[in-house]
DNA sequence: CATGAATGAGCGTTCATTCAT
DNA sequence: GATGAATGAACGCTCATTCAT
């Protein structure tokens, strides 16, 4: 699976097995020991990264400081996920995405951020955006996180600027 | 173009050429007589579907007006040529997100939307973002359309709803 | 098909699309061009050598003569057919008892058998078994052919004794 | 070997070493070490059912009797075995026509079946085929049998009375 | 002897691209 | 310019067989 991540975020999802088993140091063959198909490969990968990344966000949270201080905590910890682990975090993106990952796998992804959304759902349950729906709400979180990412991974130096910026702006939108 | 747009929707990025040849009426021949390569027909259509997209949202700006009701005014058009165009919309999502287009043509396609950023960067200039590299700004614009596009088009009863909530949450992010 | 044809022959039905496109002198993917798949191939060549077949037992047929003679007739064309294309007969024989045909394609098969079925019902229509269920006659009667047509190239000299031997057997079973 | 017999009936030939031994409850490898190949396991396989049959068709051979009650007796028998075991019949009818089995283990498998052919000489030693060759004769009655067979199985109501006429036609053939 | 993971050649099939007509 | 048959490399996947444990 490591190997599978190197190489999707080298070569996209078009990757062929062949390289992945290549970048494996396995044989071709043997990858199907492992996984029934390249769609399940993608599915068991994305499901790894997705708990990687919600299991590293969820990391020492602080149950009984303040929300927005709860909040921050994750946020931070899921900037410094995806700055600390690129590779996975690209891949991820990738995965999310296409269209290789079939709704259940997605459901099975999203249950894994399930704390997270909550504690989303509490924070703007007085905010401006309390009628919306969550699924937009939620959108809209990833998206900001990613282009957060995105400035804290191309500007390394100001890496905890950009993810204080990030959350601020976020906070503006829902709380 | 409009063949492999449609194409695109309903097979993806690997819709083969001979069905988006076919879709358009022309052989498979003919294809290329137009476009030197897949990559080529996927470059020019990234950057007409920008296009259609940007000619659209700037269609009838106020120039005089507020800023904020300038902007609204964008955000407003932009959303509907979303909504009215559901395959442009979802066939440059499409080849956005893939790897196929070129930092190159990326490049030009961000030309088109000049005079909107132009129009956002006046918008946060008094903002809390005022600081922030002008990509994380405009990567945060990008997402939080999209999520209002999808919530538009998932609910098209409140969709008039939905593009205000958006663009009130964007403008609380910038302004 | 006649190198399809050729192959069956010389390597059964695992022959790969590979051998024979090569032996058509054709690329791999060319074959494909002509035939959707391997089991369309098959499907296709079943009825074009069972259509050969047919129209070669049918030939000249002398419409007015007693029965009997009309059978010997068709029999005799029939062995002599197979005798001829020895290459057709053997592959015909491998396409009818693998796996490969469809019970749709082995009824359209049997359709262009119909007059000499046909033919073969009137024959045994006072014999011993004109009780059995047709099928069975059938089956009895391709049987023969089958075994007549062996003993008809193994041993050439003779083969227009084989040829009557075989028939004056069918002729004691049915009729 | 029973449970190579249970694979191919269901799934031809072409079944995997894999799942014939899953059938068995063996390991993948294990396997090999009975077999050294899947051809040899064919093999071997082919005679054993080649045998299984050969035994049962002269189980209790009434030895004294008059010629043509021994060879029903025999056929009896053999139409009874094809019956009652219906897979060992279609996995070594598969065996028979596909081209895996070698012609000296076609030869091993014909001698299990030289009693047989023996009485069928003696049966036909005074009628009309007493100049064809011995496998001429051996073909039209195997064919004959397997017709026989394919009716009793798929009409079981009436198989003593499809096994009477199937042997009365081979009987009207060779005596 | 039993195991089952590992192998890698081989399969049927696809498809962007070419080019003679 | 338009055509569509031809191409052949590449793909995902299978499987008989091996061998370290």
């Given at each position: 699976m490591a190997a599978a991540t190197r190489v999707i975020v080298t070569h996209?999802?078009?990757?062929?097995t062949a390289m992945i088993a290549q970048e494996a140091a396995i044989s071709n063959g043997s990858l199907f020991t492992y996984f029934k198909t390249k769609a399940d490969l993608f599915n068991q990968l994305y499901l790894e990264l997705k708990a990687s990344m919600a299991s590293a966000a969820l990391?020492?949270?602080?149950?009984?400081?303040e929300l927005r201080e709860q909040f921050f905590h994750i946020w931070s910890n899921w900037m410094h996920w995806a700055v600390s682990n690129p590779e996975k975090r690209r891949a991820l993106a990738q995965l999310g995405v296409?269209?290789?990952?079939p709704p259940a796998t997605r459901a099975a992804g999203h249950k894994m951020m399930a704390k997270i959304a909550e504690l989303m759902e509490r924070c703007r349950?007085?905010?401006?955006?309390?009628?919306?729906p969550m699924g937009f709400v939620s959108a809209i979180m990833n998206s900001m996180a990613e282009a957060t990412m995105d400035f804290m991974v191309q500007d390394p130096t100001n890496a905890k600027k950009h993810c204080k910026v990030g959350f601020d702006a976020l906070w503006r939108v829902i709380a």
């Open positions: 996209g999802l078009s990757a062929s990391d020492g949270l602080p149950a009984k400081a296409s269209g290789e990952i349950s007085n905010g401006p955006m309390r009628d919306a």
